[in-house]
């Protein structure tokens, strides 16, 4: 399968799982996950009609950024203070504050450069997780990040646990569901190529995507299956 007929087959794999769910498939944004994929690849999802792309790392996006199309940019990696000018200057959304000095950091960062910086408050909905905000604290950050004009917190952003357990996945994604209910905004990222359709069973707006568009070519591979029924 071509990369372009890949992205057409899953957008609407998830146009028909939204409708299934009785929502409207425009409710659900495709980002795609570009990390250590070739320009080609990405370059022909994006002819295909992939309309925003994601990154890990600043230098990888650095590198890329300037030879691709002009799509919606997604930071989906680990922030670090250090690097915040450089996330403010590469991407349009940052996706992963997971505490407040990351945040900060991006506030003064977007300040300098004149302009307000999207972003999401990350999760922590799977124990093993290394990075995430604690559910529990996320309004009280979102509260913190708001104070902040440079900034406009959009959401949440979590990844779902690495089980088999469809159960435990669903879960997860509830109650990331139900802090973004208190956090409030447009945007709950979450669903990966192995757990998209719990996520969008459970309330997701935006899907992140990687092995299921460009193909395996990374360490870690989730099971893919088709069970539960939308709540
Ligand atoms: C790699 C990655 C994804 C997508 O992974 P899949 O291969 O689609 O499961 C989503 N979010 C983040 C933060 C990632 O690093």
Redesign the pocket.
Known sequence: MTVASGYTAMRAAVDAEARACGRDPRSIALVG?A?RQPLEAVTEAIAAGLEEI?E?YVQEARQAFALLPPVRRHF??HVQTNKAKALVELFDVVQ?VDRLDAGLALAAAAERAGRVLPVLIQLNVSAPERFGCPPAAGERLAEQLRARDALRVDGVMA?GPLVADRRAIAEAFELAAKTFARIGGSTLSMG???DWREAVRAGSTML??????FGDR?PT??SQRVGAQCS
Do not use: D, F, P
């Not at 992140?208 to 568009?213: E, F, G, N, P």
């Open positions: 996950v990390k994601a890990n989906i990696g992963s990844m990966m190529s192995g992140r995507i990687w092995t299921a568009l990374g591979l989730r």
